[in-house]
């Protein structure tokens, strides 16, 4: 899928889903940035200038680990494609990679806090590799993954 196509699909799942539900809550993170995480979303220690957060995602599917990534930096954006998400401009890249038994996709939205500060949202799904089973778990739901991401990327603000 290129990156125009993924760009599109992210467009019409942003325009096309409810607003947030029940139980959600609001995150604190670095620069003053805020999100809204879902019912089972955890935030766990990763690495200096790197928050991550555990996404929650039902069992018994390909999907193995649903998570986002929040790192903050000081200097040039990382490089990406122009998307407006409200009144916010973000950088978007889109990556796949394969590892021993696993796939990766990432969704990665960079935007500017200031005129040196910017942020980053990662989002990556890891799934298993269909073949690594002799009886395969069915695939994920795709549409109610990238509805959940989002969410979370509509509920973005910063600044404070």
Same mark, same amino acid.
């Given at each position: 899928?290129?990156?125009?196509?993924?760009?599109?699909?992210?467009? #019409?799942?942003?325009?096309?889903?409810?607003?947030?539900?029940?139980?959600?809550? $609001?995150? /604190?993170?670095?620069?003053?940035?805020?999100? !809204? @995480?879902?019912?089972?979303? +955890? #935030?766990?220690?990763?690495?200096?200038?790197? #928050?991550? #957060?555990e996404l929650p995602f039902p069992?018994?599917?390909?999907? $193995?680990? @649903?998570?986002?990534?929040?790192?903050?930096?000081?200097?040039?954006?990382?490089?990406?494609?122009?998307?407006?998400?409200?009144?916010?401009?973000?950088?978007?890249?889109?990556?796949?990679?394969?590892?021993?038994?696993?796939?990766?996709?990432?969704?990665?939205?960079? $935007?500017?806090?200031?005129? /040196?500060?910017?942020? &980053? =949202?990662?989002?990556?799904?890891?799934? +298993?590799?269909?073949?690594?089973?002799?009886?395969?778990?069915? &695939?994920?739901? /795709?549409?109610?993954? =990238?509805?959940?991401? !989002?969410?979370?990327?509509?509920?973005?603000?910063?600044?404070?």
């Amino acid at each position: 899928m290129g990156v125009w196509s993924v760009i599109a699909a992210l467009v #019409v799942v942003l325009l096309s889903f409810p607003s947030l539900g029940e139980g959600w809550i $609001t995150f /604190r993170g670095p620069y003053g940035v805020t999100l !809204c @995480l879902p019912p089972g979303g +955890a #935030v766990v220690p990763h690495a200096a200038g790197v #928050v991550r #957060v555990e996404l929650p995602f039902p069992s018994g599917t390909l999907l $193995t680990e @649903l998570f986002l990534l929040l790192e903050a930096g000081t200097g040039p954006l990382p490089p990406g494609n122009p998307v407006h998400i409200g009144s916010r401009e973000f950088l978007f890249s889109h990556t796949e990679e394969g590892a021993a038994g696993s796939r990766y996709e990432s969704f990665q939205y960079a $935007t500017s806090l200031d005129e /040196r500060n910017w942020i &980053s =949202l990662r989002f990556v799904i890891h799934t +298993a590799n269909p073949g690594m089973f002799p009886s395969p778990p069915p &695939s994920y739901d /795709r549409g109610a993954v =990238l509805s959940l991401l !989002c969410e979370i990327l509509r509920s973005f603000s910063a600044g404070g």
